[in-house]
C-alpha cells in the first residue's frame, strides 16, 4: 500500500488533488429548528431550500472544471440520508499533516465520507482534536509561515450554535506547529441573522496570491481585527458589504496563483479580480450557496504546489 501523501502550505498555490463534496442522498429538508446555520434556516421557513439534484447539478460542474484545469478530484464515498456537499469541514491538510475536524454532532458523521481517502496517511501525520476542542475546517486558513483562525470566545461559543472552532483550537493548533504564527480572529455570530453571521472564516475573508484580499469587515467582531486586515493589505483590498457576505461573495476557490473560481453572477468581485490581474472561472453555485456555503466550503484540497 502506498502512503497517502499531502502538502498544502497556503491558499493559492497550484490545485493538484482536491476532494469535492456530494449531494447524492441527503434525506429529507431539515426543519427549522434542525437547520444548522441561519440561511439553511431562512430558506427552510420560506419554502426555498435548495433542491438536492440542484447541487448536484452544481457540484457536477465544479468538478468538471476542475478536471479540465488538470486537477485530480476524489469524492466522499456516499452515506445514505446525510448531507455531504461541505467537504472543507471535515478536516484540513497542513503542510503533511491531516487535521481532523471535530464537528457539531449533526455534521459529525460526514467524516467517514473521507475517512477511506486519508486511509493509508501514516497515522504521525494525522491530528486529532483533544477533548475541549472544537475545530471546523472552513475556519482554518494556511498561509505560509502563519495559519488564520476563525474562532469564538468562550462565551459566544456556548451561546450560537454557529460557533464552530473555540479559543483551544487556535492553542491547540499552535502547539501542533510551533513553527508557524497561529492567529486567531473572532468571528461576528448569530444563530438567526444570516447577514450578520460569518459562519466560518472563509465566509468574510478571501486572501489572494498576490496580497489582495476580499473582506467583508463586519464578519469579525473586533474592530483591532479588522484595522490590522485593513493595515496588512492597505491598498490591495476589496471590502464588500453584508448583502454581497451574505451571497457568498468572499468564499471564491483559488486554483493557482492566477486562476480563481468564482460564483457566476458575481459581477463586481470578479471584475476586481480581473483588474487585479486573475483568470476567474465563473460557475453557477446560487442553489448551494443557500446552504450558508460556497466554492472554499466544497472543496478540501490534499495537494497543492
Not at 97 to 103: E, H
Not at 158 to 168: A, D, E, G, V
Not at 235 to 244: F, L
Not at 282 to 304: D, M, Q, S, W, Y
Amino acid at each position: 500500500m502506498i502512503d497517502l501523501v499531502c502538502k498544502v502550505n497556503n491558499e493559492w498555490n497550484t490545485l493538484r488533488k482536491v476532494i469535492v463534496g456530494i449531494a447524492t442522498s441527503w434525506g429529507p429538508n431539515p426543519t427549522a429548528q434542525q437547520a444548522v446555520d441561519p440561511k439553511s434556516r431562512e430558506h427552510v421557513l420560506a419554502g426555498t431550500y435548495p433542491i438536492s439534484s440542484d447541487v448536484h447539478k452544481e457540484l457536477e460542474g465544479l468538478v468538471v472544471l476542475l478536471r479540465e484545469n488538470g486537477v485530480e478530484v476524489l469524492r466522499p464515498e456516499n452515506t445514505a440520508e446525510l448531507n455531504q456537499v461541505f467537504a472543507r469541514d471535515v478536516g484540513v491538510v497542513i503542510e503533511n499533516k491531516l487535521i481532523k475536524s471535530s464537528m457539531i454532532s449533526e455534521r459529525a458523521p460526514e467524516w467517514l465520507g473521507v475517512s477511506s481517502i486519508f486511509s493509508n496517511l501514516p497515522n504521525e501525520n494525522t491530528f486529532t482534536p483533544p477533548n475541549g476542542v472544537r475545530i471546523e475546517g472552513g475556519d482554518i486558513m494556511p498561509m505560509d509561515d502563519e495559519i488564520w483562525v476563525g474562532y469564538s470566545e468562550e462565551e459566544d461559543f456556548q451561546k450560537y450554535r454557529t460557533s464552530r472552532t473555540n479559543r483551544q483550537a487556535v492553542v491547540w493548533l499552535q502547539e501542533k506547529f510551533p513553527d508557524k504564527h497561529v492567529r486567531g480572529f473572532q468571528l461576528h455570530k448569530s444563530d438567526t441573522d444570516p447577514r450578520t453571521n460569518a459562519l466560518h472564516l472563509d465566509c468574510c475573508l478571501c486572501p489572494l496570491s498576490g496580497g489582495q484580499v476580499i473582506f467583508h469587515p463586519e464578519g469579525l467582531k473586533l474592530d483591532s481585527d479588522i484595522a490590522w486586515i485593513r493595515k496588512r493589505f492597505a491598498e490591495k483590498i476589496y471590502e464588500v458589504d453584508a448583502e454581497a457576505m451574505y451571497n457568498m461573495h468572499c468564499n471564491l476557490f483559488t486554483i493557482s496563483p492566477d486562476t480563481i473560481i468564482s460564483g457566476k453572477g458575481f459581477d463586481l468581485v470578479n471584475a476586481q479580480l480581473r483588474a487585479w490581474g486573475y483568470t476567474v472561472l465563473e460557475t453557477p453555485f446560487n442553489e448551494t450557496a443557500k446552504l450558508e456555503g460556497l466554492l472554499r466550503c466544497v472543496t478540501l484540497p490534499i495537494v497543492r504546489n
